[in-house]
C-alpha cells in the first residue's frame, strides 16, 4: 500500500518561504514521477509542478515559475516544493501525487495521471 505524507504547510505573510515535503512509504519511489498540486476553496485542483523519476526532468506551473522549485531526495523517498515569494493567491490546500509512469508527459498536469495522493497541507498567504 503507498502512501503518501505531505507536512510543512503553515501561515506566512506574502513575499515569505515555505518548503513542502511529502514523505512516500510502500510500492517503489524511484520508479515514480512525482507531482504537486494544490486546490482553493471554490476551485478546482490544479497542476503546480512535477518531477520525473530520474531527477532530469521537471514541469512547473507557469504562473509560479522563478518562485516555486520542485525537488526530490529518492534516498529519503520524499519531494519537495521550496515556495518562495509567496502571494496571496497561492493560498490553498496543497497535495503531493504519485504516477506509477515515471517520466514526464504531455498529460503530467492531469490529477487523473495520478494513482496516489497525500491528504494535503494547508498554505495561507497573507497580504
Known amino acids: 500500500q503507498v502512501q503518501l505524507v505531505e507536512s510543512g504547510g503553515g501561515v506566512m505573510q506574502a513575499g515569505g518561504s515555505l518548503r513542502l515535503s511529502c514523505v512516500v512509504s510502500g510500492g517503489t519511489f524511484s520508479a515514480y514521477s512525482m507531482g504537486w498540486f494544490r486546490q482553493a476553496p471554490g476551485k478546482e485542483r490544479e497542476f503546480v509542478a512535477a518531477i520525473s523519476y530520474r531527477l532530469d526532468e521537471t514541469y512547473i506551473r507557469d504562473s509560479v515559475k522563478g518562485r516555486f522549485t520542485i525537488s526530490r531526495d529518492n534516498a529519503k523517498k520524499t519531494v519537495y516544493l521550496q515556495m518562495n515569494s509567496l502571494k496571496p493567491e497561492d493560498t490553498a490546500v496543497y497535495y503531493c501525487?504519485?504516477?506509477?509512469?515515471?517520466?514526464?508527459?504531455?498529460?503530467?498536469?492531469?490529477?487523473?495521471?495520478?494513482?496516489?495522493w497525500g491528504q494535503g497541507t494547508q498554505v495561507s498567504v497573507s497580504s
Open positions: 501525487a504519485a504516477n506509477r509512469f515515471g517520466v514526464i508527459k504531455g498529460s503530467s498536469w492531469r490529477p487523473r495521471e495520478y494513482e496516489y
